[in-house]
């Protein structure tokens, strides 16, 4: 694919690519690591959580 290609238009001639400003904008942060964990796993099941992550 050529950079032309890449950079498409719209029916109206308007252009389909978003600026990186605009996806930055556009992006949700993630939150705060002690959020996102998950405390309550035993050995066994955290364990098979990885693997489930790392054979994916």
């Known amino acids: 694919m050529s950079e032309a290609d890449a950079h498409g238009?719209?029916?109206?001639?308007?252009?389909?690519?978003?600026?990186?400003?605009?996806?930055l904008n556009a992006a949700r942060p993630l939150p705060p690591d002690e959020e996102v964990l998950i405390g309550d796993l035993t050995e066994?099941?955290?364990?098979?959580?990885?693997?489930?992550?790392?054979s994916a």
């Open 9 to 23: 238009t719209g029916s109206d001639g308007t252009t389909l690519e978003r600026g990186r400003e605009a996806v």
């Open 44 to 54: 066994e099941e955290d364990r098979l959580f990885l693997e489930a992550i790392m």
